[in-house]
């Protein structure tokens, strides 16, 4: 097995095993900053950052990796930023039939996650494959603007079904 397959394995584990901490830290840790990159309450659209999160944790870390070990695979910060980004869209594709028609289910929830990791990280993998895109410094621009994005959305969110809270039926961060 090569060492990029190896990589994106150990992105996908990774990855899996961050969501749980992830999803638990603004509750922890209850401040501006955990506010913007973990959810702040259950709606769909807050835990959307645990995938985007998660995925870019473990790019950071596969970076590290890859750097340390004198590795010499291409585009990791921009395939990881990738991966973490669609992530969110292949996710909703699969969770929202399953929403709507049954409701919430854990068990389910989870496994329908771990599948669009998964798939992220094939996507990943695929844009490592490929020759030097000279984009990795922008990968922490988009991350930033990604995270500006989701501030705004945590302090103003849409009233839309996304952004309700199925428990206490409140929009956003509670004030």
């Known amino acids: 097995m090569n060492k990029t397959k190896k990589l994106k ?3 996908v584990i990774l990855t899996f095993f961050l969501t749980f ?3 638990f830290l603004y509750n922890k840790l209850p401040c501006f900053l ?3 990159i973990a959810p702040v309450n259950e709606s769909i ?3 959307m950052k645990i995938l985007f999160g998660s995925i870019l944790i473990s790019g950071v870390i596969q970076k590290i990796i ?3 070990k004198k590795l010499d695979i291409n585009n990791v910060c921009i395939s990881n930023f990738t991966a973490a980004l669609v992530s969110i869209p292949i996710f909703l594709a699969m969770y929202l039939p399953v929403y709507n028609g049954v409701g919430e289910n854990l068990p389910v929830t989870i496994i329908i996650m771990f599948i669009a990791i998964v798939i ?3 996507i990943s993998y695929l844009i490592m494959k490929k020759e030097d895109l000279k984009l990795e410094n ?3 621009i988009f991350a930033i603007t990604v995270y500006v994005i989701f501030g705004l959305l945590t302090y103003f969110p849409l009233e ?3 952004f309700l809270d199925p428990i206490t039926l409140i929009y956003g961060i509670k004030n």
Do not use: D, F, W, Y
């Open 34 to 36: 955990t506010s913007i």
């Open 160 to 162: 839309h079904e996304l």
């Open 9 to 11: 394995i150990l992105g």
């Open 120 to 122: 992220a990280e094939i």
């Open 66 to 68: 890859v750097k340390t």
């Open 21 to 23: 901490p992830l999803h």
């Open 138 to 140: 922008m990968a922490i």
């Open 45 to 47: 659209a807050e835990h």
